[in-house]
């Protein structure tokens, strides 16, 4: 007799004990069951965004290649600050702007732990990059939080983000590289000078990055972009040639164009 025939084998399910194809049964769970829209509740499929709210998505537009704020022009260029103050990323990736639904859906995803808010993110985000053909990075770092917050929270949103878009994209996700020193105060209520001050020298680099090679940094918001600057600079001082940065959601001054 086969020693395996003794190993136990997988629990039973009613698809396995009426032999029904898995493919079938999850189309049979699909009908009985269907996937809701995380935003409105009715039926959308896989994906949990149903085409109603997905079309009330603010999608950002035109906008700044260099730091994602949206354009009077027709055409994604750089924008004047960045053109005589450009930052230490070359550009940034972002297909929505932080106003309602996509700031729902960044709140319940990151202080709600609803991991399916964080997959609608990512899957927006890799269309983004596919749809317009962004040059892919050699690595994908996500942003970290500190040991303390990590406990705290329970898990890593950018960390979530990045497996998930690193996968679909084909792109390998480093998140050892980079590490937060100080557990910093949070940084939303801060002003720009604030912010700043709050996140200098909250970042350091284990190991070296390969010489030349082109980094994507990856989190769920980018506000004023103090935070993910300095972690450019902390990659780029460790190796990096080219840092980008690839977040959904870009949130928007007052006032601004």
């Known amino acids: ?10 629990k039973a399910t ?28 009715l039926p959308s499929g896989a994906t949990r965004l149903c ?14 290649r260099r730091c994602g704020l949206p354009l009077g022009t027709p055409e994604d260029s750089s924008c004047g600050r960045c053109i005589q103050n450009p930052p230490l990323f070359t550009r940034t990736v972002s297909p929505l702007q932080y106003l309602y639904p996509a700031d729902h859906l960044v709140q319940v995803f990151k202080f709600n732990r609803q991991l399916a808010a964080g997959r609608i993110l990512g899957h927006l985000l890799c269309e983004t990059v596919v ?9 994908l770092i996500p942003v970290p939080l500190h040991p303390l ?13 990045g497996n ?13 590289g980079l590490r937060r020193s100080r557990n910093t105060t949070a940084q939303s209520g ?17 190991g070296r990055v390969t010489p030349g090679r082109h980094v994507a940094l990856i989190d769920d918001v980018m506000t ?8 450019a600079r902390v990659i780029k001082k460790a190796g990096a040639s080219r840092v980008d940065v690839w977040v959904p959601v870009r949130a928007v001054p007052p006032g601004h164009i």
Not at 51 to 64: E, I, K, M
Not at 165 to 176: N, W
Not at 196 to 201: H, S, W
Request: charged share 20%; aromatic share 8%.
């Open 224 to 231: 004023t972009g103090t935070t993910l600057t300095e972690c």
């Open 190 to 206: 801060l002003s720009r000078k604030q912010r700043r001050k709050n996140v200098r020298g909250a970042f350091y680099w284990t």
């Open 51 to 64: 085409d109603g709210c997905h079309r009330d998505l603010p999608f950002s537009g035109t906008q700044c």
């Open 149 to 161: 917050r990590m406990a705290r929270r329970g898990f890593n949103q950018a960390f979530e983000l």
């Open 164 to 176: 998930y878009v690193g996968k679909v994209v084909g792109v390998p996700l480093l998140a050892t």
């Open 131 to 139: 749809n317009q053909d962004i040059a892919l990075p050699d690595t």
């Open 1 to 10: 007799m086969n020693s395996l025939n003794h190993l136990p084998g997988p």
């Open 14 to 41: 009613p698809a396995t004990k009426l032999n029904i194809p898995r493919r079938w049964w999850h189309l049979v769970l699909d009908t009985l069951l269907p996937a809701r829209c995380l935003l409105c509740g």
